[in-house]
């Protein structure tokens, strides 16, 4: 088993440019998530998904998107990448009471 | 609004001592406390978790307390070693709704050695 896997591990992103982080889970886990980790700030949630199909906003979901087609894969869509959208991202997978498996994190600097 | 608040933000303990982080929650609907351990470049591994209808959890030299009247709980770590040093979170879920695991900013721990 992999676990969560991250693609790519960083980025360098230009102002206004778009990209996608890759999320990818063998574990045949339902729930996904992703969080962005800033310094001493601890992770926010920017998406979740319950299920293939389903998606729903966290608490930090403004210039992102996400989609859920499968159970495996869960990518993040930044779009007009901002400065402020610099951080650590991470993603995860877990069943209810799991407590989560994290990825590795992809670390995106906008400049 | 913060739904878990986490102190100290950062903590120094003797090598051997006792290292404490405590955590409070808001939402009564949380049923799912774990504490996760952070070390440089790498993603948050779950170290150890309780329910609210415990009081105590032992694993090892790690220990949660719950004070569910309080809507508080602890990590304690006994015999801290400085494999220890790295940045631990509290954390707090509903695992009846959606497992939404909502984070307290951190406790960056060292261990003098």
């Known amino acids: 088993n992999a676990g969560v896997t991250q693609t790519p591990k960083f980025r360098i992103l230009k102002i206004g440019q778009s990209m996608t982080l890759q999320c990818t889970q063998d574990?045949?886990?339902?729930?996904m998530y992703w969080y962005r980790q800033d310094p001493g700030m601890g992770l926010k949630l920017i998406y979740y998904?319950?299920?293939?199909?389903?998606?729903d906003k966290g608490e930090v979901p403004n210039g992102y998107n996400v989609s859920r087609s499968t159970t495996e894969d869960f990518p993040l869509r930044l779009e007009l990448a901002a400065p402020s959208q610099t951080s650590v991202y991470f993603c995860?997978?877990?069943?209810?009471?799991?407590?989560?498996?994290f990825g590795p994190g992809t670390r995106l600097t906008v400049l | 609004q913060q739904q878990v608040k986490q102190s100290p933000q950062s903590l120094i303990v003797q090598k051997g001592g006792i290292s404490i982080i405590n955590c409070a929650y808001e939402?009564?609907?949380?049923?799912?406390f774990p504490w996760y351990q952070q070390f440089p470049g790498k993603g948050p591994a779950l170290l150890i978790a309780?329910?609210?209808?415990?009081s105590e959890k032992k694993e090892g030299r790690f220990t949660i307390s719950f004070n569910k009247s309080a809507k508080q709980f602890s990590l304690h770590i006994m015999d801290s070693q400085p494999g220890d040093s790295a940045t631990y979170f509290c954390?707090?879920?509903?695992?009846?709704?959606?497992?939404?695991?909502?984070f307290g900013k951190g406790t960056r721990l060292h261990i003098l050695p």
């Open positions: 995860a997978s877990s069943y209810p009471g799991s407590g989560g498996f």
């Open positions: 574990m045949n886990h339902n729930y």
């Open positions: 998904s319950v299920g293939a199909g389903i998606t």
């Open positions: 939402n009564t609907a949380f049923d799912y």
């Open positions: 309780i329910r609210p209808d415990v």
């Open positions: 954390a707090a879920s509903n695992t009846g709704r959606d497992d939404k695991i909502i």
